[in-house]
Nanobody, 128 residues
């Protein structure tokens, strides 16, 4: 089994920044994890892709809505993935979820149905 725990959410004014963290543990994470992603879900909306990183080579993928403002990164030694969010907008308000893909997988990394494990989520609220 794999456990993912997000942290770093909170309330911030528009234009501000937050950094989310997702710590992974269990089931030989570093041996089998193929990619980690961040998804978000606003009230009344579907869960949508924000960013992903391929574990082997740190290739990154972003939704158009966050490209240029968000940066995903990983720390192999800590089995942790980060999401640095800058220039935040009220429309970025959502619960942010960390997710992991296990086993052989080549994408697409925006497909939430391909992710095997999910964290409980962390709330991000951006005030105008």
């Amino acid at each position: 089994q794999v456990q993912l725990v997000e942290s770093g959410g909170g309330l911030v004014q528009a234009g501000g920044s937050l950094r989310l963290s997702c710590a992974a543990s269990g089931r030989s994470f570093s041996s089998y994890a193929m990619a980690m992603g961040w998804f978000r879900q606003a009230p009344g909306k579907e869960r949508e892709f924000a960013a992903a990183i391929r574990w082997s080579d740190a290739n990154t993928y972003y939704a158009d809505s966050v490209k240029g403002r968000f940066t995903i990164s990983r720390d192999n030694a800590k089995n942790t993935v980060y999401l640095q969010m800058n220039s935040l907008k009220p429309e970025d308000t959502a619960v942010y979820y960390c997710a992991a893909v296990y086993g052989y997988y080549t994408g697409p990394y925006y497909d939430r149905t391909s992710y095997d494990y999910w964290g409980p989520g962390t709330q991000v609220t951006v005030s105008s």
